[in-house]
Nanobody, 113 residues
Framework: QVQLVESGGGLVQPGGSLRLSCTTS????????MGWYRQAPGKQRELLAT??????NYADSVKGRFTISRDNTKNTVYLQMNNLKPDDTAVYYC????????WGQGTQVTVSS
């Protein structure tokens, strides 16, 4: 059974940085296009970034600020987030693109002064 466990969120001031981790079990991430998503209160879940053997892609809202990476040996996907803004406040999730598995609990990111 597939498990996705997100971690690394927290409270950060505008302009700050966080690194999120998505630890997976039951899958081999190199077989999939993996993605980071977020859901802000009252909004739909949105796809932010994807990574595959062909490289990475980003939504315009995070391009130049966020970097997705993965460690296939650890079956873990990362999201380095720099220059965070209050609009980045949301619960962050990982999954395949398109999503294939049950969502994890996510990790809360709050950007506030």
């Amino acid at each position: 059974q597939v498990q996705l466990v997100e971690s690394g969120g927290g409270l950060v001031q505008p302009g700050g940085s966080l690194r999120l981790s998505c630890t997976t079990s039951g899958i081999i991430i190199s077989f999939y296009i993996m993605g980071w998503y977020r859901q802000a209160p009252g909004k739909q879940r949105e796809l932010l970034a994807t990574i595959s053997g062909g490289g990475a892609n980003y939504a315009d809202s995070v391009k130049g600020r966020f970097t997705i990476s993965r460690d296939n040996t650890k079956n873990t996907v990362y999201l380095q987030m720099n220059n965070l803004k209050p609009d980045d406040t949301a619960v962050y999730y990982c999954n395949a693109d398109p999503s294939k598995w049950s969502w994890g609990q996510g990790t809360q990111v709050t950007v506030s002064s």
